[in-house]
């Protein structure tokens, strides 16, 4: 399994791939849409890097982060905007989506969800096996959700085999 | 000039398509995605749906309604997701996309931008020549944003011939 993470944004989308086994870092990075162009040009670059991404790193599944705090209305929408190119670059590729709230990423990757931002980057470098905490933070922000991916998926195998049942995909 | 209009949303994404010199209706309708399924497939059908009418029709331009109120949270989010996939659907074969806010519209279609929602549609009816009201709503407002992208065009190409400067695109 390797798994995409990706933290939803129209000005930066935050990416980040981790195979799921040993918990292994193959890259991660932040995409950057032109600025001062309008916003149909911005969706499109960032669109086909992701595309460029998946193309290259071929993940078996994606996680994307749905945040449930924006600063305002256009944010909000930016937000929803960025996650439809995320989804599409996905799954017109076959690639099934999994999206995960920022409460769910902060109790599956530092264990409690309230935990404040550095300490789940923290949590992330950590477990990662890293030196210094990824950067940018919207790569950080990718690594977590997909590290929450592949966590909650160990969770449902344990489960799945405790009740006797052939293991399965959720 | 043909002219793809768009009501952005997830449930149901309206669509009127009108050749541009004469007003004349070519279609119009909403597509529909599919109910209780992850958001993901939701938004996937749409795109596919909507790259089909794109694909028949062949619009030159892509006019897409970018609506300024929302419920809650949520919805906002939905609208944007909604744009993406339009966005991506257009610019994928390089049409261009323009962007109107509802009260624009209101401005342009019906000569006023506080009027009501019954007045637009059936300013909608009268300047497309039609017996009946386009239904569903989102169609007839799909078909509302067509109308407004066109006479914007029709006002900037009166300007700039006013000014004695040679025609161009805005």
């Given at each position: 399994m390797r798994v995409l993470g990706i933290d939803p944004g129209t000005i930066a989308m935050g990416y980040g791939i981790i195979d799921g086994e040993e918990l292994k870092v193959v890259d991660y990075g932040a995409l950057l849409a032109p600025r001062g162009v309008p916003i149909a040009r911005r969706l499109q670059t960032l669109y086909e890097d992701l595309r460029d991404v998946i193309a290259r790193y071929q993940p078996s599944e994606v996680a994307i982060e749905e945040p449930n705090?924006?600063?305002n209305r256009r944010a909000t929408m930016a937000v929803g905007q960025a996650q439809a190119v995320a989804i599409l670059a996905a799954t017109e590729r076959g690639i099934p989506v999994f999206n995960y709230t920022p409460t769910r990423i902060k109790q599956l990757v530092?264990?409690?969800?309230?935990?404040g931002k550095e300490q789940v980057q923290e949590m992330v470098r950590i477990q990662l096996g890293l030196d210094q905490a990824p950067q940018p933070n919207d790569a950080s922000d990718a690594l977590a959700v997909a590290i929450c991916h592949i966590v909650e998926r160990r969770i449902s195998r344990l489960l799945t085999l405790n009740k006797g049942e052939p293991e399965k995909e959720s």
């Open positions: 705090v924006a600063r530092s264990g409690y969800g309230a935990s």
